[in-house]
């Protein structure tokens, strides 16, 4: 199975600042399709999780600009350019490249 | 607007069943792979089961494989999960999600299932 790994688990952001979340997979998530199913999501406190990023760089639709996604292989990252208080909760990584099964990162903590 | 309500979680006995249900609205049901995935109580994320829109391909994680069963019904735009012989390490929040593993979106509120 796909392992992805998350970095770092716990992050304390300051409001107005830049953050990134790194995912690291243990294996190349190009598909032989060509696309890179790797997807990032927020889970804010109290709801489900909610997708941001699909194929590695692409925003869900109403999903601010100050996120994105990038990298390719094995290595990604998500970066918020501006911390909104909106933004604190647990950020997980998810690939759909190697499946069964799907597998998702540990998650990271966002927290001013 | 897309919406997805999942029903059914309880507590249940180890060894006993569950039938999970997923009402959906606002697509069109049949068009979509369709997703469980499950947070067990320290908020980790696992992909359970999907299945492809007409119900004839099925994967499951292998810890749930023969123990549960992806189903649906497209007419009634729904979805389900039965579950049985259940284990202590099946407890957790039950979301149902639009799409295949790594694509899904968006996702139910999520159903509770805890097993003790």
């Known amino acids: 199975d796909v392992v992805l790994t998350q970095s770092p688990l716990s992050l304390p952001v300051t409001l107005g600042q830049p953050a990134s979340i790194s995912c690291r997979s243990s294996?190349?998530?190009?598909?032989?399709?060509?696309?890179?199913?790797l997807s990032w999501f927020h889970q804010r406190p109290g709801q489900s999780p909610r997708r941001l990023i699909f194929?590695?760089?692409n925003r869900d639709s109403g999903v601010p600009d100050r996120f994105s996604g990038s990298g390719s292989g094995t290595d990604f990252t998500l970066r918020i350019s501006r911390v909104e208080a909106e933004d604190v909760g647990i950020y997980f990584c998810s690939q759909g490249t190697h499946w069964p099964p799907g597998t998702f990162g540990q998650g990271t903590k966002v927290e001013v | 607007e897309v919406q997805l309500v999942e029903s059914g979680g309880g507590l249940v006995q180890p060894g006993g069943s569950l039938r999970l249900s997923c009402t959906t609205s606002?697509?069109?049901?049949?068009?979509?792979?369709m997703s469980w995935v499950r947070q067990d109580p320290g908020m980790g994320l696992k992909w359970v089961a999907n299945?492809?829109?007409?119900?004839?391909?099925?994967y499951y994680v292998d810890s749930v494989e023969g123990r549960f069963t992806i189903s649906r019904d497209n007419a009634k735009d729904s979805l389900f999960l039965q579950m049985s012989s259940l284990r202590a390490e099946d407890t957790g929040v039950y979301y149902c999600?639009?799409?295949?593993?790594?694509?899904?979106?968006?996702w139910g509120q999520g159903t509770r299932v805890i097993v003790s």
């Open positions: 294996q190349s998530l190009v598909h032989s399709d060509g696309n890179t199913y």
């Open positions: 299945i492809n829109q007409v119900g004839g391909e099925m």
């Open positions: 606002g697509f069109i049901f049949s068009d979509y792979w």
């Open positions: 194929k590695v760089s």
């Open positions: 999600a639009r799409g295949p593993v790594g694509a899904t979106a968006p």
